[in-house]
Nanobody, 116 residues
Framework: QVQLVESGGGLVQPGGSLRLSCGAS????????MSWYRQAPGKERELVAS????????TYADSVKGRFTISRDNAKNTLYLQMNSLKPEDTAVYYC?????????WGKGTLVTVSS
């Protein structure tokens, strides 16, 4: 079955950087677009960034453009999110997502806390 496992979250100071990873299994990773979402306390889950199956196309939420970079390694079945110039408002649980067969699959998430 589809499994997505996020890692790399933690506590970072404003202006700092983190790199999130998402290991995928149970499907042909290289055939599917992948996304990162986040959910801040008391807020709805929101789309952060997406990448096409062969990395040709990437899209970003306006709030992270120029600071975050989504990438993938299809040989390693791994999705990444490089986050730079982090702000307190980036604090959230970050989730890896794939939509396959009309169903959204999610990992358990990794917590990113941006605070001094």
């Amino acid at each position: 079955q589809v499994q997505l496992v996020e890692s790399g979250g933690g506590l970072v100071q404003p202006g700092g950087s983190l790199r999130l990873s998402c290991g995928a299994s149970g499907f042909t990773f290289s055939s599917y677009a992948m996304s990162w979402y986040r959910q801040a306390p008391g807020k709805e889950r929101e789309l952060v960034a997406s990448i096409s199956s062969l990395s040709v196309t990437t899209t970003y939420a306006d709030s992270v453009k120029g600071r975050f970079t989504i990438s993938r390694d299809n040989a390693k079945n791994t999705l990444y999110l490089q986050m730079n110039s982090l702000k307190p408002e980036d604090t959230a649980v970050y989730y890896c997502n794939v939509r396959k067969g009309g169903i959204n699959y999610w990992g358990k998430g990794t917590l990113v806390t941006v605070s001094s």
